[in-house]
């Protein structure tokens, strides 16, 4: 496999601009070229200003080297790979091609990332040693942040090349890797686009609303929540019809091609220009503060109206997206017939695609999953439903079931998936058997282990498991919230626990991590507003210096904790990773003592972690202890969260030796790998009894500027007292000054004791009721 160390991405585009920035998160220089100078330095321009960011810092943007091709085609000499993104014209994507062809290097791999033109198309009069580096390498947008990477070799693509691309893909990208075949619209689009418009279709045929419908198609069922005409809105309704047209025009034998023809009302919506988010008019539009949205039948928008259909309702009665699919697909009100018949003839879609699309089952979940956001892909959906039971009702209503689906169930067996206690089999069909799902080596799955014994303490919302290789792992799985993991006593007792077990029982050290959605969004305010309302002070109290033990107790074991954080990993999610010794992160982090938001303060040890981090941050430069309470003031006080890994380095969540992990499904491979390094000559760090802070001068410069805030009307009364509060902590209560040294604990101490303190100020609980009701904080 050949080693990919620049590439240039032709086209500077959005697309083109984004994917560049993507290979920039993963060390990778590129020259992003465009018809002119400008135009590529534009391209640079834009994507720096996007919004969510597609660099994970800034400073990557150095990595990108503007070109164009009239000056710097012989510049392609130093790329090992090239990719094109430029307009979806197959004749100016071959005539591109057929220009740089004279300046590419005999080993250099050539992909494009159309999203429908095929292999075949583009590779006619081409060279056939052009040809056999040739592939598409489908990304979606935004790059970043999609985890699908559609690979779609042609008829002669070396497989050295399909390789290289797949390795670079998984590895140095941190995409999941889905094989298409050179068919239109490869595997995720064809599924998704059918499946969106069959929504719209079915919206007309059974008279439902626009906010109706993404509530039936959102979370519920677990999709994204912009669900069908959200998601419509923000890909563009011109590019909903182009997708769904090249599927009309080219996939001549489908059995729902007229579906993909484009209907009345869209066709009157893009004559309209309401292209969705790109033009504010779509099947949303933004008026004043609210937003209302199109009735279908006159095409005039409409304010907000409540959802209230039967089966929505029962569906939330479910605790599982299995549970909530079933409970809505059976209801018999109009929400439960549509979501039957939108499910039901997706399925029957997708199973009716293999192998024309791809050669199995595992693909196509794949591609939905990490392309469109499903939770379930179709097959895994399919068995929610229940296999037998859905076939059953499928015939009843005369449906057409594919012959190998119906043979599947004839001959016993009952799933297109099956689970044994070492590996994930699907059903293949092309062999009519089960197949062993192979994955990167790097890829551990969680619930195998379980299967197999490995689980041997649990509770409610945690578990201990054996990673293998001496290495012991603590799983979080909130039986409330496992979306968010909050952390409460039975989560924080699972890991005192495995601490004592792991003395015992051999274990080398221990991870922190999991395979859920978010690692954690910190304590569980619910119980704190609760202790706090019953004016229960002990009980916070106790809250407080349990958790701070607990963290203790983790950075003074005698082996090595390393955590693994991904997604949101807040309050006090951060304050126990930052007890670990070690931190394997995946790059998608969005990390912050976010605390002030419910007008507290960090009460289990977050001030002392971040102060330490800073300090050792800024060491080199030695500016004393006010330099680091200021930026420590600053990121806790205006609760800062990272948009990367990369960035909560920058912040102090995260140190310098810590481990960023491109591909989140690499992480507890990676967690464990470094938890064995360290195990080798494991010493726990030094108790901190010298910790210099500035005391109550510091105490006074940061009140002055709180002061100048309030004034000002930057803040409210109650931010300012909060602030006053946070910097009583980190500048060292009574006792600190630049020559009086305090010790972890009496930090630790005045910690506790101002959390229990503005927890029991009025304006905090409204804070607190505030965010738990309405998921955003409240400044009051």
Not at 549 to 560: E, G
């Amino acid at each position: 496999m050949q080693k990919i160390n620049k590439a240039a991405v032709l086209g500077a585009g959005i697309m083109g601009s984004q994917i560049a920035a993507q290979l920039a998160n993963a060390g990778i220089p590129s020259l992003l070229y465009d018809i002119t100078q400008d135009i590529s330095r534009s391209g640079l321009e834009a994507v720096k200003n996007l919004k969510p960011a597609a660099f994970y810092s800034p400073k990557y943007e150095e990595r990108i080297t503007p070109c164009n091709y009239n000056d710097h085609l012989q510049r392609l000499q130093e790329a090992d790979w090239i990719i094109e993104v430029i307009v979806e014209k197959l004749e100016l994507k071959r005539e591109l091609f057929n220009k740089i062809l004279p300046f590419l290097r005999p080993d250099a791999v050539i992909s494009s990332n159309t999203s429908g033109l095929l292999v075949s198309d583009i590779l006619q009069g081409m060279p056939e040693s052009f040809a056999r580096r040739f592939l598409i390498t489908h990304f979606f947008n935004p790059p970043r942040y999609m985890h699908l990477l559609e690979i779609i070799p042609g008829k002669n693509t070396s497989p050295e090349v399909v390789n290289t691309m797949v390795q670079l893909g998984e590895d140095v990208l941190g995409k999941g890797i889905v094989y298409a075949k050179d068919t239109p619209n490869f595997v995720a689009n064809r599924i998704g686009i059918f499946s969106m418009m069959l929504a719209l279709k079915l919206t007309r045929e059974m008279n439902l609303s626009v906010e109706e419908v993404d509530q039936l198609t959102g979370s519920v069922i677990g999709h994204p929540k912009s669900a069908t005409f959200r998601t419509a809105d923000l890909v563009g309704l011109d590019t909903l019809a182009h997708v769904a047209q090249t599927s009309y025009h080219k996939a001549l034998q489908d059995e729902a091609r007229q579906l993909f023809q484009i209907p009345e009302i869209l066709q009157k919506m893009l004559a309209n220009k309401w292209l969705g988010a790109k033009t504010g008019k779509g099947f949303y539009q933004k008026v004043d503060k609210e937003i209302y949205s199109l009735d279908l039948n006159n095409l005039q928008y409409e304010p907000p109206r409540k959802v209230r259909l039967d089966g929505l309702r029962a569906a939330k009665r479910e605790w599982t997206t299995a549970g909530k699919i079933r409970a809505l697909s059976c209801s018999d009100d109009p929400g439960g017939k549509f979501t039957w018949e939108l499910l039901s003839q997706t399925l029957l879609y997708s199973a009716n695609r293999i192998p024309e699309i791809t050669d199995n089952l595992v693909n196509i979940d794949n591609a939905l999953k990490w392309g469109y956001g499903w939770e379930l892909g179709p097959f895994e959906t399919w068995e929610a439903l229940g296999l037998e039971r859905s076939l059953q009702r499928m015939s009843d209503e005369s449906k057409q079931i594919p012959a190998w689906v119906k043979q599947l169930v004839d001959s016993g067996k009952n799933s297109f998936y099956q689970q044994s206690k070492k590996q994930i089999r699907y059903f293949d069909l092309t062999l009519r058997k089960y197949q062993t799902l192979k994955e990167n080596t790097k890829v551990i799955r969680l619930n195998i282990l379980k299967n197999q014994g490995k689980e041997f303490h649990k509770n409610w919302n945690a578990s201990a498991i054996d990673l293998g290789e001496g290495i012991a792992l603590v799983e979080f799985h909130s039986i409330i919230q496992p979306v968010m993991n909050p952390l409460d006593g039975t989560t924080m007792d699972m890991i005192s626990e495995t601490l004592e077990i792991i003395k015992t029982q051999g274990f080398k050290g221990l991870v922190v991590g999991h395979q859920g959605q978010h690692f954690s969004v910190g304590a569980n305010i619910a119980l704190i507003l609760k202790y706090a309302e019953e004016k229960n002070w002990t009980m916070l109290e106790n809250l407080s210096k349990t958790f701070q033990d607990i963290t203790q107790k983790i950075r003074f074991s005698p082996f090595p904790v390393v955590a693994a954080p991904f997604g949101m990993c807040l309050g006090g999610g951060f304050e126990l990773i930052a007890a670990c010794h070690r931190r394997v992160a995946s790059a998608e982090l969005y990390c912050g003592l976010v605390e002030a938001g419910v007008g507290l303060i960090p009460g289990a040890g977050g001030n002392l972690r971040l102060l330490l981090n800073d300090r050792d941050a800024m060491a080199k430069s030695r500016p004393g202890p006010f330099p680091v309470v200021q930026k420590v003031f600053e990121t806790i006080g205006f609760a800062k969260v990272s948009t990367s890994a990369k960035e909560a380095v920058f912040l102090g969540y995260l140190r310098p030796e810590d481990k960023i992990v491109i591909n989140p499904e690499h992480l507890i491979f990676e967690a464990r790998q470094e938890t064995l390094k360290l195990a080798a000559d494991f010493q726990p760090p030094a108790y901190e009894k010298e910790i210099y802070l500035p005391g109550e001068g510091g105490r006074l410069a940061i009140e002055m500027i709180i002061d100048s805030y309030q004034k000002s009307g930057t803040i409210s009364p109650h931010d300012a007292l909060i602030g006053k509060k946070l910097a009583y902590v980190l500048t060292g209560g009574e006792k600190a000054s630049p020559l009086s040294p305090v010790d972890e604990q009496y930090l630790l101490d005045i910690e506790r004791d101002t959390f229990v303190k503005l927890c029991a100020e009025p304006r905090s609980q409204q804070r607190m009721a505030y965010m738990l009701k309405s998921g955003k904080p409240l400044r009051n």
